[in-house]
């Protein structure tokens, strides 16, 4: 996704890119998304879908639900990879969040994901039912103002993907702690279909990754030109 999003710098976003996997620490979970079946120490909730799902903060399971851990780590190896990983992210974000707002009176954050092809089951969009390319997340306007969210919309699809919003991927913590509307932060996840860019299998890009990458970039191009804040766009890329 780095790849992918890397030219969107040479005109003006300012990004937060991880160094390290989801399955170490997933920065699209809560710091305090802690499982029990994975993590000692840690008083088991019942609270939390996701965390129930195995997909905490420190994921319990990969991809077609298989488990990444033999046994379970300790609370200290847990509270460190959030000391090194998550915060620094974070502080990062809500960084870049303050100064765009501080500058231009609101701000407004991108939040790049890559998902499986096999991940949209059969979510269908347009008169003739096409699968999704994208799928923006906005919480069902919670996470941003809808003027916003139809100009991502639109730059995205004059690029030709299919665009869908909320389903299946409606956003988790990010969009619903950085999209606050009503006080000129705006949040809105994109997740993109790895089919279009790379081999899923060998986790290596394909043919169509250098197309996708250039319509992915004029599309963000198009998002700040409109928006007015050169310089000034989050973006966050996992």
């Not at 379970?72 to 960084?95: F, M, N, S």
């Not at 299946?168 to 999209?179: E, H, K, V």
Request: hydrophobic fraction near 45%.
């Amino acid at each position: 996704m780095q790849l992918l999003v890397g030219r969107a710098a040479d005109f003006g976003c300012r990004s937060c890119t991880p160094d390290s996997s989801r399955a170490y620490v997933d920065l699209n979970r809560g710091a305090d998304e802690l499982d029990a079946a994975v993590i000692s120490g840690v008083a088991r909730t019942a609270n939390s879908p996701r965390i129930a799902a195995g997909l905490g903060v420190i994921p319990r399971v990969v991809a077609n639900g298989r488990g990444i851990y033999c046994g379970k780590i300790l609370r200290t190896d847990a509270e460190a990879r959030l000391a090194q990983v998550w915060r620094p992210y974070h502080d990062c974000l809500a960084g870049l969040m303050e100064a765009a707002l501080a500058q231009f009176g609101r701000a407004v954050l991108l939040d790049f994901h890559s998902m499986p092809h096999d991940a949209l089951g059969a979510a269908l969009v347009g008169p003739k039912g096409q699968r999704p390319d994208l799928i923006l997340g906005d919480r069902f306007g919670g996470a941003a103002a809808r003027d916003i969210v139809d100009l991502v919309h639109a730059a995205f699809e004059d690029q030709g993907f299919t665009v869908a919003r909320n389903t299946p991927f409606a956003g988790a913590y990010i969009a619903q702690t950085y999209g606050q509307p009503a006080r000129g932060r705006h949040a809105v996840q994109v997740e993109i279909d790895r089919a279009l860019y790379m081999d899923e299998a060998a986790i290596t890009p394909h043919s169509g990754f250098d197309a996708t990458r250039d319509r992915v970039s004029t599309a963000l191009a198009h998002i700040i030109s409109e928006l007015g804040c050169d310089g000034a766009l989050p973006l966050a890329a996992e």
